[in-house]
């Protein structure tokens, strides 16, 4: 399986900035999401990025708030902008595994608003 | 539309055996997950059903029926450790998209 790192693990961040969360991979990977988990909710589906070009995003999430990068297999960077309290939650990347059929997460990086 | 439901909680005892239902309604599928998740902590992959049956891995086993949108992970032998959320998602297909998941089972076992 995949070992996947996310910085920052948490951050408390004021309503109006934003903050950018990274994911690294320990292997070259096609396919990588990224997931939201709101307090005491599953997880939800924000966008799906591949290497070289724009990312696809899920119905009720857009590229301003959510932008992404994806430079390399092996690295991505979702940003959460201009935060309101609303986006408290835990972001969690995920990668497919060498069986296509598996998707492994990462650790998940737990953000409050305030 | 895409809708997929478990139930919210369960309790078992240790050492017996649990069955957490999953139905789904989708115009695409490829395939059933299982998750497990506990608190704090990501979701960790249990298991992935392709086609109709049960499929057995050691004490976890899982379902699925595609014609009846229905799936149920299975527990047996429970311990205490495998008290956590338990996550079913299903892939809409083309190998290529990310996951739909319900709101996770939240299974409580009891000495």
């Known amino acids: 399986s995949a070992v996947i790192s996310q910085k920052p693990s948490r951050d408390i961040c004021q309503r109006g900035t934003s903050l950018t969360i990274q994911c690294q991979v320990d292997?070259?990977?096609?396919?990588m999401f990224w997931y939201r988990q709101q307090p005491g909710q599953s997880l939800t589906l924000i966008a799906t990025?591949?290497?070289?070009?724009?990312?696809?995003?899920e119905s009720g999430f857009v590229i301003d708030k959510f932008p992404i990068s994806r430079p390399n297999l092996t690295f991505s960077t979702l940003t959460v902008s201009n935060m309101s309290p609303e986006d408290s939650s835990i972001y969690l990347c995920?990668?497919?595994?060498?069986?296509?059929?598996?998707?492994?997460f990462g650790p998940g990086t737990r953000l409050t608003v305030t | 539309g895409q809708n997929i439901d478990q139930p919210t909680e369960m309790t078992a005892t240790e050492g017996a055996i649990v069955q957490i239902n999953c139905t789904y309604q989708?115009?695409?599928?490829?395939?059933l997950f299982w998750y497990q998740q506990h608190a704090g902590e990501a979701p960790t992959f249990l298991s992935y059903?392709?086609?109709?049956g049960l499929e057995e891995k050691g004490r976890f086993s899982s379902f699925l029926s595609r014609s009846k949108g229905y799936s149920y992970l299975l527990l047996k032998e429970l311990q205490m450790k495998d008290s956590a959320s338990y996550l079913c998602?299903?892939?809409?297909?083309?190998?290529?998209?990310?996951?739909?998941f319900g709101k996770g089972t939240h299974l409580i076992i009891q000495p």
């Open positions: 995920s990668v497919e595994g060498e069986s296509s059929y598996e998707q492994y």
């Open positions: 292997s070259q990977v096609t396919m």
């Open positions: 059903n392709v086609l109709d």
């Open positions: 989708t115009s695409g599928f490829n395939g």
């Open positions: 998602a299903y892939d809409s297909g083309g190998g290529a998209d990310g996951l739909t």
């Open positions: 990025a591949n290497q070289g070009s724009e990312a696809t995003y």
